[in-house]
């Protein structure tokens, strides 16, 4: 007969969640259970292990301190900033990287979901806001395992974590907020290397309106000096405001969008709050072989891989639509200007040369990020996640590079200089 001493080890449970939970955002693709176990390097769940729990005694994490759970939001934040890799931009789309990851380390294809219509790219620019109202963690009361799955722990562990998950899910935040990505629709012949809107701002809740359009009034009116905008607006517990999404052309678009949002926004309470995040901790058992700090390093090599592939991925179809004999005309108009100065930048024929080795450089990083995804995925020992061997495909996936309409103004004003000193000796 197996026996478990609940009390110690729920309270040691409460602890470790407390502690060492990992943060999963609650997203439409991944919509954990609590009790559920769970694989945190993928985020795969599994049924859950545990006995039945009164989801009404659900814990505080005030409750160690004796503090009573406040009605009014525990923090509210407000920012901007300019969006750069694509982990960032899933905070604000509500995106899972998981099932993407999982299908393509368990079949073998380089395919991701392609939910997220937003592409970053260095001929772009792609801005966030952000305003959250916290309200705190919940966790589970004394979790406690099925019997047969506290005798499996004991007796096959590898059996327990195929069948249970190496974690479950052991809690949520509460909030409500709402995530605006704006986006310039045309890709400019300007770089975007240096841009930062210096838009970060934080306040009470007094002040969530208020922050949320002032903000979103600074940002649109800067990023309409470059092109018009796509507007993605992702809203969660608040009446009325789900996701949409919108062209901003003018300033009396911009007008617009602020009165739908200040409508929706205009009250923060606590009664519309919904699950955010979701919290693992790891099982009441006595052994642990398994930490769940490797898997949550695990997850984190997952997700920066998986995001340089799809940089990899979207500039890699770009470049190539390039090479192929459509443009050839293109490049030729390139060539007429550059004709008269081959000590400018690089020669066309040059470019064009830079063009095919981006993209054969790409399409070879492509095929290593997958190949690096589905061995961290599938391996036992942390050591396969190691990005170490992979630092020249993850610099590519962050370069700037140079695409042909970026090129072109470089020629535009070599050429201009050219013929301003040409004028000062006339």
């Known amino acids: ?78 920012k901007s900033e300019v969006i750069r890799s694509y982990e960032t931009l899933d905070e604000y789309t509500n995106t899972s990287f998981s099932a993407s990851v999982q299908y393509m380390a368990y079949s073998g294809s380089a395919y991701y979901n392609r939910e997220a219509q937003t592409k970053i790219s260095s001929d772009t ?74 838009m970060s701002a934080s306040g009470g809740s007094g002040g969530f309106s208020a922050s949320v359009q002032a903000a979103f009034m600074s940002v649109a009116s800067k990023l309409l000096n470059y092109s018009s905008l796509e507007v993605q607006i992702n809203a969660y517990g608040l009446e009325g405001l789900q996701t949409t999404s919108r062209i901003i052309k003018t300033e009396k678009d911009v007008e617009k969008i602020l009165e739908t949002i200040s409508a929706m926004i205009e009250e923060v309470e606590k009664k519309n709050a919904v699950v955010t995040d979701y919290l693992t901790a790891a099982y009441p058992i006595k052994d642990q072989p398994y930490t769940g700090a490797l898997g949550e390093a695990r997850r984190q090599s997952l997700k920066d891989l998986f995001a340089a592939f799809r940089q990899i991925d979207f500039d890699l179809s770009r470049m190539r639509s390039y090479v192929t004999h459509d443009y050839v005309a293109e490049f030729q108009k390139l060539c007429d200007l550059n004709e008269e100065d081959k000590r400018t930048l690089m020669t066309c024929e040059r470019y064009q040369e830079y063009v095919k080795r981006q993209t054969t450089a790409l399409n070879s990083a492509r095929e290593l990020v997958v190949k690096a995804i589905q061995d961290c995925a599938n391996a036992e020992d942390i050591k396969n996640c190691r990005l170490a061997d992979l630092d ?27 013929e301003f000193l040409d004028s000062l000796m006339k």
């Open 1 to 78: 007969m197996i026996s478990i001493n609940k009390t110690v080890v729920g309270a040691l449970v409460f602890v470790s969640q407390v502690g060492n939970a990992a943060i999963l955002q609650n997203t439409e693709k991944n919509e954990a259970q609590l009790g559920s176990g769970i694989r945190v390097e993928t985020e795969q769940l599994f049924p859950t292990c545990l006995q039945s729990f009164d989801r009404k005694e659900m814990i505080s994490e005030d409750t160690l301190a004796s503090t009573p759970v406040p009605e009014s939001a525990k923090s509210v934040e407000v």
């Open 392 to 418: 020249a495909q993850m610099m590519l996936a962050k370069e700037t590079r140079l695409w042909p309409k970026q090129y072109r103004r470089k020629l535009e004003i070599a050429k201009y200089k050219r």
């Open 125 to 198: 620019i792609t801005v966030g806001i952000k305003a959250i109202a916290n309200y705190g963690r919940w966790y589970i009361k004394n979790p406690v395992l099925k019997p047969e799955f506290a005798r499996l722990a004991q007796t096959n562990i590898k059996e327990f974590y195929k069948r249970c998950g190496k974690e479950f899910v052991s809690g949520y935040k509460l909030g409500q907020g709402i995530n605006i990505v704006l986006r310039t629709l045309d890709y400019s012949s300007y770089s975007y290397e240096k841009v930062d809107m210096g």
